[in-house]
């Protein structure tokens, strides 16, 4: 699997114990990548590391292959990045803030229709930025991210204070920039939701650390309810379950938890062949969403990929 992004014991750290420490991050090339973690968890800060805007107390980092470290500009050649809100001159039109960059980057002036499209901006592009709305904003940053023809966009919360149409334009554009233009998408956010209908791998990272990181299939495994068991011989229906290949483990002294593969109907009819009394069988309410709570919590979770 290339990636797009990687880092190995990423680590800074800042007084008072905050800041993010050993984080591996593995972002598949071609991913559209959701850095999840409540606020204060360290995304702002592992993102700006990866930019290159502050530098690690240790660790590695390679974008598209580049060693950030060993050649700068090399890495971050193919980078768009938007980080917290976007630097615009409110009184200047879309056109003009694009046209700014696009001289200092020598590009076409077709680039600018070209990106102006991609963001939904091309009947606004004369306005004033002072009267766009905070998406059309967003938007503008995000085309200027995209200027350069980048190979990976790395996006800090896009989503911040965006209503829910916004939201949806977001995801819609996230898709395309994988789907069409072969980015990679790196998008940072506190909510699941926000991402979860767009992401194809999830980053979680809770107080400094990356408490998960797979695919969002992955994830959902990880949220599959599980089953729980209460019967007047425990250790016995364990020995049982285990003989037939399910994953049993007590949850508490008389209460046991499966990772079944069998339909519940038929370890019932199984167990009670054998002369186990249930008293109680039924799935474990979890849902992703809770499921990214307890990852966010205090216990911690081990990684999947
Ligand atoms: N330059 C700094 N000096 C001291 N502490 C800092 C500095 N930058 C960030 N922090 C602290 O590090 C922690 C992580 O901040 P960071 O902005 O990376 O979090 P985040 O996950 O992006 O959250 P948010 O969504 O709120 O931006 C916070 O407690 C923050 O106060």
Redesign the pocket.
Known sequence: MTLAIQTTALTRQ??GG??IRDVALAVPAGSIYGFL?P???????TIRLLLDLIQPDRGEILLLGQTLRRDRRAALAEVGALVESPSLYPHLSGWENLEIARRLLALPVERIIEVLARVDLADAAHRRVRDYSLGMRQRLGIALALLPRPKLLVLD?PGNGLDPAGLQDLRRMLREFARRDGITVLVSS?QLAEVEQVATHVGVLTAGRLRFQGTLAQLRERARPQLLLRCDQPARARQLLLEMGEQAAFASDDTLRLASTLPAEEINRRLVGQGIGIRHLAHEDVTLESLFFALTGDDAVEQAA
């Open positions: 800042f007084a905050h800041g973690g606020n204060g968890a360290g995304k702002t800060t919360e506190h």
